[in-house]
């Protein structure tokens, strides 16, 4: 069975750096498609980052240059660096990913728990 669980986020000033790990666990998949969320309190989830089916990571405009986006295929993990965190930054963030499954090449879509981040001082 899978599943996606979230770590490091927490508390941090504004200009600081955080690394979000989403780590997937489960077999006889290959990750097409991962993606971030955040969503602060009271307001709808947005996308932040993906990485695209050709490899591609992909921005908003407003993290553009702040964060990285990255995926480890070996060890089926995906982070977000996050460098100078403003205290819009702050919220629920997200992964989420569409699997592939071997061998009917089944395509699915899985969210983690979430985590929250907050920027403030």
């Known amino acids: 069975q899978v599943q996606l669980v979230e770590s490091g986020g927490g508390l941090v000033q504004p200009g600081g750096s955080l690394t979000l790990s989403c780590a997937i666990s489960?077999?006889?998949?290959?990750?097409?498609?991962n993606k971030w969320f955040r969503q602060p309190l009271g307001k709808q989830r947005d996308l932040v980052a993906f990485i695209s089916s050709n490899g591609s990571p992909n921005y908003v405009d407003s993290v553009k240059g702040r964060f990285t986006v990255t995926r480890d295929n070996v060890n089926n993990t995906l982070y977000l660096q996050m460098n100078n965190l403003e205290p819009e930054d702050t919220g629920v963030y997200y992964c989420?990913?569409?699997?592939?499954?071997?061998?009917?090449?089944?395509?699915?879509?899985?969210w983690g728990r979430g985590i929250q981040v907050t920027v403030s001082s």
């Open positions: 989420n990913v569409d699997l592939i499954f071997k061998p009917d090449m089944n395509r699915k879509d899985y």
């Open positions: 489960g077999s006889g998949f290959s990750i097409y498609l």
